[in-house]
């Protein structure tokens, strides 16, 4: 599975922004899927995940009701709708891919990483 994050910029503080991932390969119905995001000088950290199904999601609680985590199976497309932004969301976004059909909060259990696109907040 290839993973191709798109989507990030730069939104002032309380703007909105969708990231897409966009996957190849024609399982993409079967993973597990995540979004993850790194600071500078920080660790990666998770952010979101989603069942192969769409019916289980899972947020990081500084996201909570803030970003929604969804997909497309058909488009095989992973999306992370955030709004609400803070200046401490800044950093680069990561999708991720897992072999099962939920998606984990360890970043050590995907499977494929995208490239990363950059979400800058600015107060």
């Known amino acids: 599975v290839q993973l191709q994050a798109s989507g990030g910029g730069l939104v002032q503080a309380g703007g909105s922004l969708r990231l897409s991932c966009a996957a190849s390969g024609r399982t993409f119905g079967r993973y597990g899927m995540g979004w993850f995001r790194q600071a500078p000088g920080k660790e990666r950290e998770f952010v979101a995940a989603i069942s192969w199904s769409g019916g289980s999601t899972t947020y990081a609680d500084s996201v909570k009701g803030r970003f929604t985590i969804t997909r497309d199976n058909a488009k095989n497309t992973v999306y992370l709708q955030m709004n609400s932004l803070r200046p401490e969301d800044t950093a680069v976004y990561y999708c991720?891919?897992?072999?099962?059909?939920?998606?984990?909060?360890?970043?050590?259990?995907?499977?494929?990483w995208g490239q990363g696109t950059q979400v800058t907040v600015s107060s």
């Open positions: 991720a891919a897992r072999s099962t059909t939920y998606g984990s909060t360890w970043a050590t259990q995907y499977d494929y």
